[in-house]
């Protein structure tokens, strides 16, 4: 099992829609998440970071933490084409040394 | 302005010729990493240094080295490239560890080994 798992995608949505970003781990140690957004080519730029269970919001972006069930997700609300882009969860696993990412989930907002 | 620098952006090498891809952060950052990306993969941790003199082995460390002689400079080092090290290169920093200290990554290095 990956340490970090995001589905590839890619999830297209209309725009204006609500983008919703999945992602689950599997190190219960895990303490602080982070949501990373990638454009083809570029390097990862910061989203947003959560490590309370519950919401935490940005603007349009809404981050959601449950550690329970080890899943995080990530919201876009009023989705818009310049949010095409490729979204890396990652979680600080193994004692709290390294920042793990998942794969990555490419979303497509269509006009 | 705050910011992590890697060099080259663009490099394209034979089998075996050494080659070192720099990187510098002027953030007065402890940690430093680097990081490879594949498509399928997504970003596979290298190497990482916590303080100056300080390195370790992330997940995928084979055929790298790097060292930390200064707390701003973090290179990585291919002694003997092979064509399985062809890859997107990131070079990232963070203050420490954690929820206060997200990654800073530079723009990236993309290499080809022949």
């Known amino acids: 099992q990956k340490e970090v798992e995001q589905n590839s995608g890619p999830l297209s949505v209309p725009e204006g829609a609500i983008a919703s970003l999945n992602c689950t781990y599997s190190?219960?140690?895990?303490?602080?998440f982070f949501w990373y957004r990638q454009y083809s080519g570029k390097s990862p730029e910061l989203i947003m970071f959560?490590?309370?269970?519950g919401d935490k919001e940005d603007g349009r972006f809404t981050a959601q933490l449950n550690k329970a069930s080890q899943y995080v997700s990530l919201l876009i609300r009023d989705s818009q084409p310049s949010d095409s882009a490729t979204y890396l969860c990652?979680?600080?696993?193994?004692?709290?040394?390294?920042?793990?990412f998942g794969t990555g989930t490419q979303l497509k907002v269509e006009l | 302005e705050a910011q992590v620098t890697q060099n080259p952006r663009y490099l394209i090498t034979v089998t075996g010729k050494k080659l070192t891809v720099t990187c510098s952060q002027n953030m007065n950052h402890e940690y430093m990493s680097w990081y490879r990306q594949d498509p399928g993969l997504g970003l596979r941790q290298i190497y990482y240094s916590m303080n100056v003199e300080v390195t370790d082995k992330g997940d995928v460390p084979e055929g790298y080295k790097v060292s930390r002689k200064e707390k701003r400079n973090f290179p990585l080092i291919l002694e003997s490239p092979s064509p399985n090290q062809t890859s997107l290169y990131f070079c990232?920093?963070?203050?420490?560890?954690?929820?206060?200290?997200?990654?800073?990554f530079g723009n990236g290095t993309r290499l080809t080994v022949t």
């Open positions: 190190d219960r140690g895990s303490q602080s």
């Open positions: 990652a979680a600080y696993t193994g004692g709290g040394n390294k920042l793990t």
């Open positions: 990232a920093s963070s203050l420490g560890q954690g929820a206060g200290s997200p990654l800073h």
């Open positions: 959560i490590y309370s269970n």
